[in-house]
């Protein structure tokens, strides 16, 4: 495990080299980017505003990238991810109906073991019982 003394180390060496000039200069350019925000003069000329307007333009390009990735990427993802969810029912219905039918199929003693009956209709029955795949042969 690194000791403290190399991570404050780590640390500094970062630190200095974000204050240095390069990076400075490319951060300033980065953030400076104003294409239609108003030119500031006078007294509304300083620091609070000239950032204020840069996080403006960032949050407007960057609002407008997530509304292009919703309308084009999510979008079509989403079409396309229902075809397949429609078309792998399809598939397994078709392969249902090979089957045999739900009274000749075997009964396995895992399966409905009840203990005693359920409060609800005849007792048999699940909430999600479905009569089209569920069947339970009577002793």
């Known amino acids: ?18 204050r240095s000039p390069v990076m400075r200069s490319s951060l300033q350019r980065r953030l400076a980017s104003s294409h239609n925000l108003p030119k500031l003069e006078g007294a509304e000329d300083n620091a609070f505003n000239r950032e204020r307007q840069a996080i403006k333009a960032h949050a407007a390009a960057t609002s407008d990238l997530w509304r292009k990735l919703s309308i084009y990427v999510v979008i079509p993802a989403i079409v396309i991810a229902s075809i397949n969810a429609y078309n792998l ?3 397994h219905w078709e392969h249902w109906a090979h089957e045999p ?29 479905n009569d089209k795949v569920n069947y339970h042969h009577k002793d």
């Open 1 to 18: 495990m690194p000791s403290q003394r190399s991570l404050l180390g780590v640390s500094q060496r970062c630190a200095r080299q974000l």
């Open 89 to 91: 029912w399809n598939e």
């Open 101 to 129: 039918p739900l009274e000749e199929r075997p009964e396995y003693p895992y399966m409905n073991v009840r203990t005693k009956n359920f409060f609800w209709g005849d007792g048999d029955k699940t909430l999600f019982w």
